[in-house]
Structures are given as structure tokens and as C-alpha cells.
């Protein structure tokens, strides 16, 4: 669980699925990163990611860690925007039978879960079926 100024410094990419997208070479990072991985630098220009991409490759979660009991089972992805980066999420709004690689999908904001008893809720992407 993140603690409270983690989750605010995450918003940008929480939020606005904001990346930085190197000066030099043009790799797209996300999150963002201080240097780059293949070139290193240091200059990075703010984008903002594509919300359309396809299932790389996906499981069925039957036994969820304590925070999501409530949600299983559910189906998490490996999914493949179309600006070539490539995040981890939920798969919603689709029933198991219909999940296969290559599927198109679109990213949504929604609720994640909430934290603790004073019930704050955190929002984050997820991934439904295009």
C-alpha cells in the first residue's frame, strides 16, 4: 500500500497516464525516470500515452492478495499501447471466456481499491475491451 505522499506524487501518471519521453533518443518511460535507460540522459519532455493497445498475454487471479478479495477472481493483463510501452493492469467488462491475446482494449480511470478504515479511495487505469 503507498503511503499518502507517494500516492500524490503518483497522480501525473496515475491520473493523466503522464510519461517522459527522453530529448536524445526518444525512448517513452513510464513511469518517468531522472535518466534514461539507453542513453542517459538526463532531458526528458512530458507526453502523455496512448489509451488504445492489445493484450501481449493475461491470467485469471482466483486467489487475490487481501486487499482485492472482494474483486476475484479477475483477470490481469499485460497490455501494449499502441505507442509501443507496455503496463500491467486489470482486464474488466470482459467475461474470461472472451480474453485472448491480441485483443483490443482501451484504457479507463476507476477505482482501485480503498485503504484503510477511513475508507480513502484510490483510483488508478484499468483495461476494458475496445
Known amino acids: 500500500m503507498p ?37 542517459h540522459s538526463r532531458e526528458f519532455e512530458t507526453i502523455k500515452l496512448a489509451e ?7 491470467t485469471i487471479i482466483r486467489v487475490p492478495p487481501h486487499q482485492f478479495v ?3 477472481p479477475y483477470a490481469i493483463g499485460l497490455i501494449e499501447l499502441d505507442d509501443g510501452v507496455k503496463l500491467l493492469g486489470q482486464i474488466v467488462d470482459c467475461p474470461f471466456e472472451e480474453l485472448r491475446t491480441g485483443l483490443r482494449v482501451r484504457l479507463e480511470f476507476r477505482k482501485i481499491m480503498e485503504d484503510g478504515e477511513a475508507g480513502v479511495i484510490q483510483y488508478g487505469y484499468k483495461f476494458v475491451p475496445a
Do not use: H, N
Open 70 to 72: 472482494d474483486q476475484a
Open 3 to 39: 503511503t499518502p505522499s507517494r500516492y500524490w506524487r503518483e497522480i501525473p501518471q496515475r491520473y493523466r497516464l503522464e510519461a517522459g519521453q527522453c530529448r536524445r533518443c526518444g525512448l517513452i518511460v513510464f513511469p518517468p525516470r531522472l535518466i534514461c535507460p539507453r542513453c
Open 52 to 58: 488504445d493497445g492489445k493484450v501481449i498475454t493475461y
